[in-house]
DNA sequence: CTGAAAGCGCTTACAG
DNA sequence: CTGAAAGCGCTTACAG
């Protein structure tokens, strides 16, 4: 800048007006600046002017696995948010891992991010205290947070797993299994707290052996499905508490008898398989909206009490849920 | 900082050293410094840092939309990548806009990010001529940049193309379809190139109603699809041009009588449609390791010429490429 | 082992 | 309409 204006033979401020197209500069002297900036092919340095404004206009998204197929249309959503109010995404993956996902927290914080998307891999967030006191908002999305108030945006995962069990039980079924992820997640307890309900309203009682959380690795997936479907008492049917174990759910499925199965996310082809998979969906570019507008809201200026938003699932039959008990 | 040091009751420098865990500092000062850091809840503002050291460790990566199913693994793997050399992720989409490419480009640029993984949507990268030249490295993926000297690392889309092909016709088929992407878009022409190797290498003509190229949008290509299946000389199987295609065609093709198909790229659950889709799979994730990798030689200081890496296909037979020709 | 001064490239507040 | 000075929060180069 200071090259420019010497090269232009004006002030330092003058460039400043010009770069960022502020009234107060004569035609002539504006085209004389425009220039030599060409000429010298000056770019404004945006970490001098962060430093002095304040304001990075970037935001940070934290998730767990950006080659998650269930991540995409969410990232896109915030994405397009940020897009709206000028600022730029910096995100990463937290792998699962609590202190990865502190790690890169705390960098986005470095960095100076104006607000924070964070789909939780902890359940501790009190690491965010002094940010937050210094000003930095922060939504949560897909699972809420962990001792700290903070706004948080979910899917219905309780509501959701009931419909979809209770359809099961509607056509049928008495022995359902339940195969979700890790119970450290908030959303694998909260839809099996659905099924329990689902189960329990219908007065049939749920076996130990129907019950599996754990590791979404399809080995450990195909394991329970496996142990569900032998035994003395088989399951007739299948919850799968989201779109990982869905798949490979299926994927057992398709080498053994045909058996009901509802699965929690929908996924794209799910309808073209035979049977077609009914699904419980939540919306995920939605998940992702409702939260970034939130941020840009707080980041605004708004301080409303930290809030919890619900979104509504949406049971989408195809043809796997509505398979009768199979004969004994 | 400064703030931190009164505190403490030390010089500036002794905090940059404590934060910075730079030796010199007596374990007693630096006790008295950490205890001053936790109790005024002080974090190291980056952009103040990045202005000194002229490096955020920061890398953009522009790619066409973050919600397509190819992106994500690539995104993964670039990040991984980024992650081993301490650096961050600022991303953003194209929309397969020329436009908005330029725009989230230089808005990367004036963050001052090290280096740029650009998967382009436009052929003119000449924007990016004074970046280069200020030391700005970059690497292209999945398309050559435009007008501009630059790595760029690819899948081989024309040997991959004509492969699937031969494939088909090694099966019987001689009146073969093609429908891909926009022939804007490098791939999709190097793909098309590829087909009409395949059959002239077996002496086969080609309609001009064979080939369609446009929009990815399913309307489209449902259309295209319908046309070379209608019509007076009907084609008796596909080749589609990259995923979005394919799926487009494999739900045409359930609502028609089964027709030979084999697809550029490999999608999940490819395997378990009936009959399952034979693809030519590319490696993703391999493309944006390798580009990433390639970036951070560079940003190490090496100076090599721009490099243009090519990345093997593979077929994958699954069942609809091994369908022989309809009877008439 | 420790610290005061200068400077990174901008913007803010002010004066002409 | 234009510009000189101060300062954003760090690090660099240097001196004690």
Redesign the pocket.
């Given at each position: 800048?200071?090259d420019v204006a010497a090269h232009a033979g004006?002030?330092?401020?003058?460039v400043?007006?010009v770069?960022?197209g502020e009234?107060?500069?004569?035609p002539?002297?504006e085209r004389r600046v425009q220039e030599s900036i060409t000429a010298l092919g000056?770019r404004?340095?945006d970490s001098?002017?962060v430093?002095?404004?304040g304001r990075t206009a970037s935001i940070g998204l934290v998730l767990e696995d950006l080659a998650d197929p269930f991540y995409g249309p969410l990232s896109r959503a915030v994405e397009e948010v940020a897009r709206a109010h000028g600022a730029l995404l910096v995100n990463g993956s937290s792998a699962e891992d609590p202190e990865r996902e502190r790690e890169l927290v705390l960098a986005l914080c470095a960095r100076r991010v104006d607000g924070l998307v964070v789909i939780p891999a902890g359940d501790d967030h009190r690491y965010l205290e002094p940010e937050v006191r210094a000003g930095l908002a922060t939504v949560f999305v897909d699972r809420p947070a962990g001792r700290i108030e903070a706004d948080v945006v979910l899917s219905d995962s309780y509501g959701g797993a009931r419909e979809g069990v209770a359809h099961l039980i509607a056509h049928g079924h008495r022995r359902i299994g339940f195969i979700g992820d890790h119970p450290r997640i908030h959303t694998a307890t909260e839809r099996l707290r659905g099924y329990r309900a689902a189960m329990a309203e219908a007065g049939l009682p749920v076996a130990p052996a129907w019950e599996s959380l754990g590791s979404t690795a399809p080995e450990r997936v195909a394991a329970a499905a496996a142990g569900m479907l032998g035994g003395a008492e088989p399951v007739t049917a299948l919850f799968a508490g989201n779109n990982r174990v869905t798949v490979t759910v299926v994927r057992v499925l398709a080498a053994a008898r045909p058996v009901a199965l509802v699965g929690f996310d929908d996924f794209e082809l799910a309808d073209l398989l035979r049977p077609g998979v009914t699904v419980v969906a939540q919306d995920a570019a939605a998940l992702g909206r409702v939260a970034a507008d939130r941020l840009f809201t707080r980041l605004g200026g708004a301080r409303p009490e930290p809030e919890r938003t619900e979104l509504p699932t949406r049971l989408v039959p195809r043809g796997s849920g509505e398979l009768p008990p199979a004969a004994p």
């Open positions: 800048m200071k004006v002030g330092l401020k003058t400043s007006r770069v960022n009234p107060g500069v004569t002539d002297t000056f404004r340095n001098a002017r430093l002095r404004k």
